[in-house]
């Protein structure tokens, strides 16, 4: 399933989507694009990476408010790229630190798979 934001988009009303996305879900990707079409390289191997550990998680596709969802994101990690990842409502990282954790065989646990 991907979370779609519906109606208003002012920052309001994306931070309180974002806040909601990363409360309710285990893991949820913030990227460009959706699974089936990511809208850059980098979402797109964030995609690969969390799909090889997690069948199951959460996409928010922040394109429709790219400044706003970069805002309310950056207020959540401190970090200003998409995508980000978060598990259990903490920040993990972008596709960059993603890769490094799959390198190191660490991926799998901080996705919470046993």
């Known amino acids: 399933m991907t979370f779609q934001p519906e109606g208003d988009m002012d920052p309001d009303a994306v931070a309180e989507r974002v806040d909601e996305a990363i409360a309710e879900n285990d893991v949820v990707l913030f990227m460009k694009g959706n699974r089936l079409m990511p809208q850059c390289g980098y979402s797109q191997r964030a995609i690969e990476l969390i799909s090889g550990h997690v069948e199951e998680f959460e ?4 394109l429709p408010a790219l400044p706003a969802y970069r805002e309310a994101l950056t ?36 996705l919470g798979v046993a």
């Open 59 to 62: 996409t928010v596709d922040v």
């Open 75 to 110: 207020e959540h990690s401190g970090w200003e790229t998409i995508p980000q990842t978060y598990v259990d409502g903490e920040f993990i990282g972008g596709s960059d630190v993603l890769a490094e954790l799959d390198e190191r065989g660490e991926l799998a646990g901080e």
